[in-house]
């Protein structure tokens, strides 16, 4: 029998300035530390993604890390993704893993990556 794995959330942020800048793993935590980290992106308005796998592999990021090289093309889909959602042109197919629950982002947009667990 497995055992019910416990909840856990990451969150990116990412300015997209100077060279070679990457994406970082800003907050990160299981059970009530992860009910937290959603439910402050929420309040600010932020973009929540659910995608437990994505989450498992941040979760092993270091906090404030940039993400590795080997997570670059998932995280910038759902970047690109996230990007034409906020400029009204999100017409195309949903990113890899899309969630279920969607909320509106503020002018400079953290993506928050709850897992469903």
């Known amino acids: 029998m497995s ?43 932020l973009y929540v993604h659910r995608a437990p796998e994505m989450v498992s592999l941040l979760m092993q990021v270091d906090l404030d890390a940039k993400i590795p090289p080997e997570l670059y093309q998932a995280v910038a889909e759902l970047l690109a993704w996230l990007y034409r959602l906020e400029s009204g042109a999100a017409d195309g197919p949903a990113p890899p893993e899309a969630g279920a629950r969607s909320e509106p982002a503020g002018p400079i947009s953290y993506p928050l990556l709850p897992s469903a667990e």
């Open 3 to 45: 055992r019910p794995r416990r909840r856990s959330a990451a969150a990116l942020a990412y300015d997209g300035k100077g060279e070679g800048s990457a994406p970082r793993v800003v907050a990160k935590g299981y059970g009530l530390f992860a009910d937290m980290i959603i439910q402050r992106a929420q309040e600010s308005g």
